[in-house]
């Protein structure tokens, strides 16, 4: 979710091939090589249906695996030929190549790097996916295991619909006025962009402008990095996958999501929640989770959602509005899943804010161990560990004034809270806010876990990952979690909820 209005997104300039974004150098007439995959998941030993769009006479695609570091895993060559721009929310058409996916590849995600007709790779050896990001000429996918392996017990999600609603290719995004006549907006997977390769909705992050928002390189490369460099192997799917399989998640002990995974598929949530039901554990480091509903057409090639209630002029904040259809907290409030929800939290989306941390409780729990933190201690607030966006549950103080989750916006009732963040309320704070059913107490982001089945925690921020490699108690934690989590279950603190 971002702000609306006038304010220029990141790589508005890109909106077309061949042209550079912003802070970028201008590609060379006849240089420009973009293109999107068929579909953004593939099985290794299975074929890559690629389009791509150049005035070269032949193009070259690099293929790097983004893990503990970017690792150049094969390439292909093709000949060139140009098809024009479409829209946003129609197949683009490009010409189409194939590509053997070696049976070897290891599941995850992969970015191709395009360039005109060179002999040697287009970059030099990248040392973290940043250095792999672009508005242009650039693919993700995601290569998927075909079952999991004995010893790989994490399947992370990648957040392929969230990232096509903020990309911008076609001249549209989720965001925006909609035509008169349109419920809904609807965009297409096919098409540049979608994590990488695209222009993108959205500000420039003032506590990490080296990569814009809403991108794989932003949000989830951080994540994947330090996940593997701290020697979990893991398995990749998409949220596509998760929506057109029941059964996707099923051999894995834990299911990862950070950053921001914000648009859910009726059918992906109703699969994590069976997966939670019998007993699989679900960790996500990130917030404004499973905030908007997509709905996928029926070949999965594009995704639709209806944002603004009947009558309600089109481009106004529709988060800040009851009645849009496809808000999950109005009809099915997604914290009853997740254990929280934007609508007790907030964002900060412009320019710096205000340093804010997590004051702790409940220290004793294992998410803790080997910390020595205590109740009352703030976590990560030098690095501003709270926001961009943030997700709460409703709360009340008990005796000790420890925040305890009342339940009544669908959190489930055994929610540990184990850390709370009151949200700043003063004017000109830069905090923005979504409406819900109750505004007692104030917003706050708290972070925790409950058992249901599995076990569901949520960090409740979007800027997780990015402490990871700033602050080492944000690092234990979240070894500790993930630890708990790949083995067994974290199970509820005794003593952690108060009558």
């Given at each position: 979710?971002t ?6 997104s ?16 201008p590609?060379p007439?006849?240089?420009a ?7 953004p ?15 070269a006479?032949r193009f070259r ?5 983004c893990g503990a ?7 292909t ?10 829209r946003?929310?129609a197949?683009?058409h490009?010409?189409?190549h ?8 290891p599941?995850g ?7 005109a007709?060179t002999a ?5 050896p ?7 990001d672009?508005?242009?000429?650039r693919m993700l996918?995601?290569?998927?295991a075909?079952?999991?392996?004995r010893?790989t017990?994490?399947l ?8 096509h609603?903020?990309n911008r290719s ?5 965001y925006?006025a909609?035509?008169?006549?349109e419920a809904?907006?609807?965009v ?6 979608g994590?990488?390769?695209?222009p993108?909705k959205?500000?420039p ?7 814009p ?7 989830d ?7 593997e460099?701290?020697g ?9 996958d ?18 921001h995974?914000e648009?859910w598929?009726?059918?992906t ?5 069976a ?9 996500i480091?990130?917030?404004?989770t499973c ?6 057409t029926?070949?999965?090639?594009a995704?639709?959602?209806a ?8 481009g ?5 509005m009851?009645g849009?259809?496809d808000?999950?907290w ?5 914290n009853?899943l ?17 340093p804010l941390?997590?004051t702790?409780?409940?220290?004793g ?13 703030v ?6 560990l709270?926001?961009y966006?943030?997700?709460g ?9 420890r925040?305890?989750?009342?339940g009544?916006d669908?959190t489930?009732?055994?929610f540990?809270?184990l850390?709370?963040?009151?949200l700043?309320t ?8 979504a ?7 104030g917003?706050a ?15 409740a ?11 080492p ?9 993930i630890?708990l989590?790949r083995?067994g279950?974290a ?9």
């Open positions: 979710m702000a609306p209005g006038a304010a220029r990141w790589g508005d300039a890109a909106a077309l091939p061949g042209t550079a974004a912003r802070g970028e150098a590609l007439a006849g240089a090589v973009d293109g999107y995959p068929a579909r998941n593939v099985r290794a030993g299975e074929v890559l249906r690629f389009h791509v769009s150049t005035r006479d695609a690099d293929f790097y695996r570091r970017p690792r150049l895993m094969g390439s060559a093709g000949p060139g030929r140009y098809a024009p721009p479409g946003h929310d197949d683009w490009w010409p189409g194939d590509f053997a996916v070696p049976g070897d590849w599941s995600v992969y970015v191709a790097v395009f360039s007709g040697r790779p287009a970059v030099p990248p040392a973290g996916a940043a250095d792999l672009a508005r242009h000429s996918f995601v290569v998927t075909r079952e999991p392996a010893h017990r994490i992370y999600k990648v957040p392929v619909f969230t990232y609603a903020y076609g001249g549209a995004s989720m925006g909609l035509p008169h006549d809904y907006r609807t297409t997977l096919r098409r540049p962009g994590g990488i390769g695209g993108v959205g500000l992050d003032a506590h990490d402008p080296r990569t928002r809403q991108t794989f390189a932003h949000w490369a951080p994540f994947i990095s330090w996940l460099a701290s979990h192997t893991v398995d990749y799917c998409t949220d596509l998760l929506d057109e399989s029941p059964q996707h998640a099923y051999g894995y002990r834990l299911l990862l999501s950070a950053g995974d648009y598929s009726a059918r949530r109703r699969h994590i929640t997966f939670r039901d019998q007993g699989g554990n679900i960790a480091f990130g917030a404004n905030w908007w509903r997509v709905t996928p029926a070949d999965g090639t995704i639709r959602c944002k603004y209630p009947p009558g309600v002029p089109q106004s904040e529709s988060d800040r009851r849009a259809p808000h999950w109005e009809g099915e409030p997604e009853s997740i254990g929280v929800s934007y609508r007790n939290g907030g964002g900060h989306w412009e320019g710096p804010r205000e941390g997590f702790l409780q409940h220290t729990h294992p998410v803790f161990a080997g910390t020595g933190l205590s109740d009352g201690d976590l990560g607030e030098e690095h501003a709270v926001g966006e943030c997700d549950a409703a709360h009340r103080r008990d005796a000790l004034g925040a305890v989750a009342t009544t669908g489930p009732a055994d540990t809270i850390g709370a963040a009151d700043p003063a004017p000109g704070s830069g905090w923005n806010t409406v819900r059913e109750d505004t007692d107490p917003r982001a708290t972070f925790g876990l409950y058992t249901r089945g599995g076990t569901v925690f949520n960090a921020t979007t800027d997780w990952a990015r402490l990871l490699a700033l602050d108690l944000v690092d234990t934690i979240t070894r500790n979690v630890s989590l083995r279950g199970g509820p603190h005794r003593g952690a909820r108060t009558p």
